[in-house]
């Protein structure tokens, strides 16, 4: 089954607007991570929050993570139309060293 | 430094022939994972190596699918008898020691079976 469900499935905005984006997840978690895909390639690494961290930031993105509610959110902060992608979250429950990726947003930002 | 280098790129086969995808991890990274990625889909987990651990093949979808890594460096996912729901993308990542860290994708091989 899937650990990390993103919220909403699509997400459409103006520049210059926020976006903000969701994962549930199941199970307890050592770190989440959030990815970036564009054109159905290769992911980029975004940023990474560990389950005793509750907020993270890097440049315009914002992370935060609510362990009790096994939940994450990502906010990208005055969005561009080349933040137009295809974001995952993955978590990492450390039993077996490997991630387990959502589904993915697809987040359209217009000029 | 380079990064994670995957070929062919794109590949176009005839259902039943064998096909082989190459991953070339970041060097030093001793974890390297294989995801398949349907058209509009999440990343499915294939396989994982770590070291001289004994793979994690959990993922793999049939006996079709096998994959190979030499030490801490290139791996080979092979599919044989391919079939017309095999076609997707497949993605190769490499990290520092698991999930801990980070990965670096390759930008993929766009499989195509006709």
């Known amino acids: 089954s899937q650990q990390g469900e993103e919220d909403p499935q699509a997400l459409s905005i103006q520049e210059g607007e926020n976006a903000t984006m969701n994962c549930s997840y199941k199970t307890s978690i050592n770190n989440l991570q959030w990815y970036r895909q564009n054109s159905g390639r290769g992911l980029v690494h975004l940023i990474l929050?560990?389950?005793?961290?509750r907020e993270k930031h890097s440049g315009r993105l914002r992370v935060t993570l609510d362990t009790s509610k096994k939940s994450s959110s990502l906010l990208i902060t005055a969005s561009r139309a080349a933040d137009t992608a295809s974001y995952f979250c993955?978590?990492?429950?450390?039993?077996?060293?490997?991630?387990?990726f959502g589904k993915g947003i697809t987040l359209s930002v217009r000029p | 430094g380079a990064g994670v280098s995957q070929s062919p790129s794109n590949k176009v086969t005839e259902k039943g022939k064998d096909v082989e995808l190459r991953c070339d991890p970041i060097?030093?990274?001793?974890?390297l994972y294989w995801y398949r990625q349907r058209l509009g889909q999440g990343l499915e987990f294939l396989i994982y190596?770590?070291?001289?651990?004994?793979?994690?093949k959990s993922g793999l979808p049939s006996d079709r699918f096998s994959a190979e890594r030499t030490g801490e460096s290139v791996s080979t996912l092979t599919i044989q008898r391919t079939q017309q729901e095999d076609s997707a993308v497949y993605l190769c990542?490499?990290?520092?020691?698991?999930?801990?860290?980070?990965?670096?994708f390759g930008p993929g091989t766009r499989l195509t079976v006709t």
């Open positions: 990542a490499s990290s520092l020691v698991g999930s801990r860290y980070e990965q670096y």
């Open positions: 060097s030093g990274h001793t974890a």
């Open positions: 190596f770590q070291g001289n651990s004994a793979p994690d």
């Open positions: 993955a978590t990492d429950n450390g039993a077996n060293s490997k991630l387990t």
């Open positions: 929050i560990r389950s005793n961290e």
